[in-house]
């Protein structure tokens, strides 16, 4: 029997998570989709957060959203239900280098991604379409990495971190937690915690979130 499937957030993020569920169903049938779960009514809505925490039979449970603050709330929230789990969403297209690799909870990670060797994953990260994380490399939580991100070895990136689209990390920087680098970055330093960076080479253009 296949495990029953709900994705919260029923927008792009949701619908893009949706077309990985059943690519992961066509190299191995995995997923029952049963519906989105958002607070307002679209194409395939079930319910919304009431509904999910009043499930009670197991339910796979994926965070759709490209809000690292607001999966994790939406995660502390939906964990008090017991019969809720999340899996972790890995496009059979994703190239994982070796049993090094480790993740933890509730990630997605989409087609045409990279993760090389000795990497560590941990819980509710998106790891957008066409990214490499390179050797040695440590995620956080609730990390948003967009399309196209190129991190190199040694990268450390902190929890609740959001990475834009087509960022690029030298090798060896560390990205504190809560912060912000914008579409396009390159990041040569070290980035501290709550703060927002754009440019090439990335600087500093706000402090606090």
Same mark, same amino acid.
Request: hydrophobic share 40%.
């Given at each position: 029997?296949? @495990?029953?499937? /709900?994705?919260?957030? &029923?927008?792009?993020? =949701?619908?893009?998570?949706? !077309?990985? *569920?059943?690519? #992961?169903?066509?190299?191995?049938?995995?997923?029952?989709?049963?519906?989105?779960?958002?607070?307002?009514?679209?194409?395939?809505?079930?319910?919304?957060?009431?509904?999910?925490?009043?499930?009670?039979?197991?339910?796979?449970?994926?965070?759709?959203?490209?809000?690292?603050?607001?999966?994790?709330?939406?995660?502390?929230?939906?964990?008090?239900?017991?019969?809720?789990?999340?899996?972790?969403?890995?496009?059979? @297209?994703?190239? /994982?280098?070796?049993? &090094?690799?480790?993740? =933890?909870?509730?990630?997605? !990670?989409? *087609?045409?991604? #990279?993760?090389?060797?000795?990497?560590?994953?941990?819980?509710?990260?998106?790891?957008?379409?066409?990214?490499?994380?390179?050797?040695?490399?440590?995620?956080?939580?609730?990390?948003?990495?967009?399309?196209?991100?190129?991190?190199?070895?040694?990268?450390?990136?902190?929890?609740?971190?959001?990475?834009?689209?087509?960022?690029?990390?030298?090798?060896?920087?560390?990205?504190?937690?809560?912060?912000?680098?914008?579409?396009?970055? /390159?990041?040569?330093?070290?980035?501290?915690?709550?703060?927002?960076?754009?440019?090439?080479?990335?600087?500093?253009?706000?402090?606090?979130?």
């Amino acid at each position: 029997m296949l @495990d029953e499937l /709900v994705i919260v957030g &029923s927008g792009g993020m =949701g619908r893009e998570t949706l !077309v990985l *569920a059943n690519r #992961i169903n066509q190299s191995k049938e995995s997923w029952s989709f049963i519906g989105f779960v958002d607070n307002q009514d679209g194409d395939g809505v079930v319910g919304n957060d009431e509904w999910l925490m009043a499930r009670e039979k197991k339910t796979a449970v994926a965070i759709a959203v490209g809000s690292s603050e607001l999966r994790n709330k939406l995660y502390h929230k939906y964990k008090e239900n017991k019969n809720i789990v999340f899996p972790n969403l890995i496009d059979p @297209d994703v190239i /994982v280098g070796d049993e &090094s690799v480790v993740f =933890g909870e509730g990630n997605i !990670v989409c *087609a045409g991604s #990279i993760i090389t060797t000795n990497v560590q994953i941990g819980n509710f990260n998106i790891i957008n379409l066409n990214c490499t994380i390179s050797h040695d490399s440590v995620i956080g939580d609730f990390v948003t990495i967009s399309m196209g991100c190129n991190l190199s070895g040694n990268t450390v990136v902190n929890d609740l971190t959001e990475i834009g689209t087509g960022t690029q990390v030298i090798q060896g920087k560390k990205i504190g937690r809560n912060s912000i680098i914008g579409a396009g970055s /390159v990041v040569i330093r070290d980035i501290g915690d709550f703060v927002t960076v754009v440019g090439v080479p990335g600087q500093v253009i706000k402090v606090g979130r």
